[in-house]
């Protein structure tokens, strides 16, 4: 598709339960980023993707965080043991390649809240 | 470090011209986006600078000064639809944003 799927929209998990969050990137594109924006706060970095393949994972917390993306399945981020500072919004964007003078198409995001 | 700076939150009234500006000192510079955000929404693409200069689309133009760091992010005969987030983002080895600037178009 021309867009970029994220699922679900809305997540709600108790402190220390896990939670998993879903990315379709556009088809065509071979890069996949997740970034973290806190509150209305500036988007964080976390991983990306080249196809399969973990491509930067320098802002990945070393602990409970992981990511996959897999063929022919949507790329995935699990959160393990949440915690209430994991609550934000999380989105997901895809690209053709890494440096796309259209930057990267974003999705519509999940938003969790960690109760 | 990565460092991107840009007002926290500005006003302006329907029909005005309103500027954003942005600071920024990163490691490495491959271009600067600027992304419009309406809230509950995804970021959505306005405009790419990677040569110095002004590049205009329709009300929106962005301007770029690599020696300086800095673009600001100019916005024509304002409407109400224009209030949102404004996102400056600079193409290190990836995209890095900064905090955003909170735009409210007041009739």
């Known amino acids: 598709g021309e867009e970029v799927a994220q699922t679900p929209k809305h997540l709600v998990r108790g402190e220390g339960q896990k939670a998993k969050l879903y990315c379709a990137p556009i088809?065509?594109?071979?890069?996949v980023f997740w970034y973290q924006q806190v509150l209305k706060n500036e988007f964080k970095f976390l991983i990306s993707f080249q196809n399969e393949n973990v491509f930067d994972e320098t802002g990945m917390p070393k602990e409970r965080f992981s990511a996959k993306c897999l063929p022919n399945s949507p790329c995935s981020l699990e959160i393990q043991a949440t915690k209430l500072e994991d609550s934000a919004v999380y989105f997901c964007a895809s690209s053709r390649t890494t440096a796309s003078n259209y930057g990267y198409t974003f999705g519509s995001g999940t938003r969790l809240t960690v109760v | 470090g990565q460092n991107i700076d840009q007002p926290t939150e500005m006003t302006a009234t329907e029909g005005a011209i309103v500027q954003i500006n942005c600071t920024y000192q990163?490691?490495?510079?491959?271009?600067l986006f600027w992304y419009q955000q309406h809230a509950g929404e995804a970021p959505t693409f306005l405009s790419y600078?990677?040569?110095?200069g002004l590049e205009e689309k329709g009300r929106f133009s962005s301007f770029l000064s690599r020696s300086k760091g800095y673009s600001y992010l100019l916005l024509k005969e304002l409407q109400m639809k224009d209030s949102a987030s404004y996102l400056c983002?600079?193409?290190?080895?990836?995209?890095?944003f900064g905090t955003g600037t909170r735009l409210q178009v007041f009739p």
């Open positions: 990163t490691s490495g510079f491959n271009g």
């Open positions: 600078n990677v040569l110095d």
């Open positions: 983002a600079v193409f290190a080895d990836k995209l890095i």
């Open positions: 088809k065509g594109h071979s890069y």
